[in-house]
């Protein structure tokens, strides 16, 4: 299983930027979908979560509001679109990918497959 995450950049701030996680070798349908970002000299944290072809979504509380995960199952590809975007936002965003479950979890811990990260980073 392989994940590509693309889609960052330099932007201002209260811009928007749509990251983009293509899978390979396994389908989302089948899987829970994590995006996760780490800031420089932070722990991983999660940011959004979803369950493949089921439509339940989570969202940490720090982004709730302005960001949505989605998927496009005919591309496999999993998007977070990111909206009013903030300095705060700045990070390296990582998808990952775990079998499917009745939660949703928000531990990186439970993933087990990891794209390369993304670096977003949000100027004021």
């Known amino acids: 299983v392989q994940l590509q995450a693309s889609g960052g950049g330099l932007v201002q701030a209260g811009d928007s930027l749509r990251l983009s996680c293509a899978a390979s070798?396994?389908?989302?349908?089948?899987?829970?979908v994590g995006w996760f970002r780490q800031a420089s000299g932070k722990e991983r944290e999660f940011v959004a979560g979803?369950?493949?072809?089921?439509?339940?979504?989570v969202y940490a509380g720090s982004v709730k509001g302005r960001f949505t995960i989605s998927e496009d199952n005919a591309k496999n590809t999993v998007y977070l679109q990111m909206n009013s975007l903030k300095p705060e936002d700045t990070a390296v965003y990582f998808c990952?990918?775990?079998?499917?479950?009745?939660?949703?979890?928000?531990?990186?811990?439970?993933?087990?497959?990891w794209g390369q990260g993304t670096q977003v980073t949000v100027s004021s």
């Open positions: 990952a990918l775990r079998d499917s479950s009745i939660w949703i979890p928000s531990n990186k811990l439970e993933y087990v497959y």
């Open positions: 979803m369950r493949g072809s089921g439509g339940t979504t």
């Open positions: 070798g396994r389908t989302f349908s089948s899987s829970i």
